[in-house]
């Protein structure tokens, strides 16, 4: 008897054991999500280029050749049937009231995947959107701009924004604008497997949602680079990848060039349904926002709600 004691005591142990193995190397969704959380939220800015952060064309003339990404990742990806093939994302403007033209074949791209870079071109609806990649001192007063001309705007923020900046992200949601997703780190989708394409959008949504108990749908991919297989992961993930009509380069620290100059920029570009991508970071920008607005408004335009889209 005490030998078949002994026997079972070692088989309890061992299923233990097993059990205990089993949820180390397969977790469940939610502990999945878990741990997104925790590994996306405690990063820094340190390792995070934002240097060049558009890389496709932003007025009229021929973009250089357009590298693509082997798709090394083929056996890994559950979307493998869609091309990997590296897209930047690229707008030709034509000037005040004319629509600008999309890169050749993206419009259908976009469609077939619920992308969206317009709004309704028949109505004189514009959409103000600006990239979070970082703070520069000039979101306070983007934000106090905004709320004393009654307008709404999408911001796109990175895991360290959120981790940093809770302050300014809390006014976002209780001031009543769309807080949307520009990944944890800031990569190139294209160079991610669909698992880590993952962890960047989940991982910031997760801590969005534990912070403020809201779900974030829309993606700005970092760069505006992108491919017909980013498109279709991300929509899986449940997300609408919001590009542009209207950008120019507006991200560099050192390029203060004047109010005038980005109002300028805006205003000589403006056309029905425009979606405006800028930077947060530009002191002309912030500078010129409340100009932008109340010229816009002058000109017979309004500023619509990007949920509208």
Known sequence: MKKQGLIFGVIVVVIILVNIIVRITRKEPEEMLSDLEASSYYISLENIDFSNEITGMLNDGIIDEIPEYEDVFVETFSTAYCSNKLLRWGISRKGYNEIPDADPGTPELL??????????TSQNKIYLTFDEGYENGYTAKILDVLRDNNVNAIFFITGPYLKEHEDLVRRMVEEGHVVGNHTVHHPSLPSLDDKKIEEEILGLEED????????????????????????????????TNLFWSFAYDDWHRDKVRGKEYAYEKVMNNLHNGAVILLHAVSKDNADALDMIIKGAREKGFEFGDVNEL
């Open 111 to 120: 469609k077939k995947y619920g992308g969206v870079y317009l709004g309704d």
């Open 208 to 239: 969005f949602n534990k912070v403020f108990g809201k779900k974030m749908k829309y993606l700005r991919p970092p760069k505006g680079e992108y491919s017909e297989r980013t498109l279709a992961v991300t929509k899986e993930l449940g997300y």
